[in-house]
C-alpha cells in the first residue's frame, strides 16, 4: 500500500442524527480552546431529510448552564440550572442576508454530503466559563453539578418551539482553557511570627521552583525556617489546596485539599536552630475520588477526567459570568503546639494542562464504503482510530470521486463497554 494512496490523510468529523434519522449533525471537534483574545469557533453542517422538514425550519443553539441540582428532585417546580449563555441561529431555510463564508470543513462537507447540507456557525464571547464538573458523592446518579456546554440542532415552525426528542440532536461539547507559553513569576513568600517575652521572631520562607504547573506534574516546594523565637517547632505540614469560587447567586467559596504531607524530619526545630527542606506534592485526581465538590475539568460523559484547570481571569469586571473560578495554592504550616499556634504562608499556582501538538491527520490506506470500517490488518492501526467519526482527506489534490468518508454513529462514546449516549 506504500502508494499515493497510503499518502492521503484524513481529518475528524464527529456525527450524530436525530432518532427518526431526519437530521444530522455533523462537528469537527468536541473540544472548543479559549485563547483568551478569543474562542474556537463551532462550526459544522446540519443534514436535513427535504421531504420530513417541508415548510418547517431548522434550528440551532449553543446553551451554557451551570447545573446545581438533581432533576429528578425537581417536584416543586424549582428549576436545578441557571442558563449563563445563550447562542441560537436559524440553520434552514438559510437568511440570505447573515450569509457567511464557509469554513473550509463546511466546504468539504457540504461537497460530500450534498445540497441538504447547511452550515452552522457558533462564536462564543471570551468570558464565557469554563466547562467544568462538580465530583458527585458516592452513589450519585444523573448528571453531576458544574458548568456543561451543549449543541442542540431541532426542527420547529420558531425558535421557541420546545424541541420534540425524536427530531432533534444533542450533543455534548466542552469549552477549555491551555496552559500559556510563557511562566509568570516564581511564587515565594516570608512570615513571620513574634512570641511573647521573646526578642526575636520564628521566620519562614517558602517557596515554589515555577508558577505554572501541567496536570500530573510534581510540584517541589522549598522551605526553609530559621528559629530565632523562643519557641518549638514541632512538625511542618505542607498541603495542595483547590479553591472553587461560585460566582452565581452570591460567591461561595469550596476548599478541598488535593495533596499533603506532614513531617517530623529534622523537627523539634528548638531556639536558634534552622532547618531547609524541600517537599515534593503531586496533586492528582486517582487521590481524590471520594470527595464530594471537588471540582474537574468537564466530563464528556464517563470519559477520563482530571482535576479542573485553573481558571485564567483576563477581565475580573466578568468574573459573574464564569460560573465557578478554579484556583490552586500551596500551604506551608509550622505547627507549635497548643499553646504556640501555627505559623501559616500560601503560595498560589497555576495547574493546567499544556497546549497539545497539532495531531497528524490520520492516514487513509484502503478505500472503505461508507457503512464499513478501513480494513487495515497489518499494523492494527485502526484501533487507534476514534469511533464516532467521519474522515475526509485533506492534502488538497486530489480527484473528486477519492474523497473518502467513514460514517461513524455519534450516538455511542468511544470508551470500551461506554453504553452510554453522547
Known amino acids: 500500500m506504500d502508494d499515493a494512496n497510503s499518502k492521503r490523510q484524513a481529518t475528524r468529523v464527529f456525527k450524530k442524527s436525530s432518532p427518526n434519522g431526519k437530521i444530522t449533525v455533523y462537528l469537527g471537534k468536541r473540544d472548543f480552546v479559549d485563547h483568551i483574545t478569543h474562542v474556537d469557533p463551532i462550526d459544522g453542517v446540519v443534514l436535513i431529510d427535504p421531504d420530513y422538514v417541508k415548510e418547517r425550519k431548522v434550528f440551532g443553539h449553543v446553551l451554557a448552564a451551570f447545573r446545581y441540582g438533581r432533576e429528578d428532585l425537581d417536584v416543586l417546580g424549582l428549576t436545578f440550572r441557571k442558563d449563563l449563555y445563550l447562542a441560537a441561529e436559524q440553520i434552514f431555510p438559510q437568511d440570505g442576508c447573515s450569509k457567511r463564508p464557509l469554513t473550509r470543513l463546511q ?39 458544574g458548568v456543561d456546554y451543549e449543541l442542540k440542532a431541532f426542527v420547529g415552525e420558531t425558535q421557541d418551539d420546545k424541541p420534540h426528542k425524536r427530531n432533534s440532536v444533542r450533543l455534548a461539547i466542552r469549552k477549555i ?17 513574634e512570641f511573647m517575652m521573646s526578642p526575636n521572631k520564628l521566620h519562614l520562607e517558602a517557596s515554589l521552583d515555577k508558577e505554572l504547573y501541567h496536570h500530573g506534574e510534581n510540584i517541589a516546594v522549598n522551605v526553609h525556617i530559621a528559629n530565632n523565637s523562643n519557641r518549638t517547632v514541632k512538625k511542618i505540614k505542607v498541603s495542595v489546596r483547590q479553591f472553587a469560587d461560585i460566582c452565581l447567586f452570591s460567591t461561595a467559596q469550596y476548599k478541598c485539599t488535593v ?30 475520588k471520594d470527595k464530594w465538590g471537588l471540582a474537574l475539568d468537564g466530563q464528556l460523559k464517563h470519559e477520563d477526567t482530571n482535576l479542573a484547570s485553573s481558571t485564567l481571569v483576563a477581565d475580573p469586571s466578568q468574573k459573574e459570568n464564569l460560573g465557578i473560578i478554579v484556583q490552586y495554592k500551596v500551604k506551608v504550616k509550622l505547627c507549635l503546639g497548643a499553646l504556640g499556634g501555627d505559623l501559616v504562608a500560601e503560595l498560589p499556582f497555576i495547574l493546567m494542562h499544556p497546549k497539545p501538538e ?20 497489518e499494523g492494527g492501526d485502526d484501533v487507534a482510530v476514534d469511533t464516532n467519526l467521519i474522515q475526509l482527506d485533506t492534502d488538497g489534490i486530489m480527484c473528486p470521486d477519492q474523497d473518502d468518508i467513514i460514517f461513524e454513529d455519534f450516538a455511542r462514546l468511544r470508551l470500551k463497554g461506554g453504553e452510554t449516549e453522547a
Open 107 to 145: 466546504e468539504r462537507l457540504i461537497k460530500k454530503l450534498g445540497p441538504n447540507a447547511y452550515p452552522f456557525y457558533f462564536e462564543l464571547p471570551p468570558h464565557c466559563p469554563a466547562s467544568v464538573t462538580l465530583q458527585p458523592a458516592p452513589g450519585d446518579t444523573g448528571k453531576p453539578c
Open 177 to 193: 482553557m491551555y496552559a500559556p507559553s510563557k511562566q509568570g513569576e516564581q511564587p515565594s513568600v516570608e512570615v513571620s511570627k
Open 259 to 288: 495533596a499533603e504531607a506532614e513531617s517530623e524530619e529534622g523537627c523539634p526545630i528548638g531556639p536558634g536552630f534552622t532547618l531547609s527542606k524541600v517537599f515534593m506534592m503531586t496533586p492528582l485526581l486517582a487521590n481524590n
Open 358 to 377: 497539532e495531531d497528524p491527520p490520520l492516514p487513509i490506506t484502503a478505500r472503505p464504503s461508507p457503512s464499513h470500517e478501513p480494513s487495515n490488518k
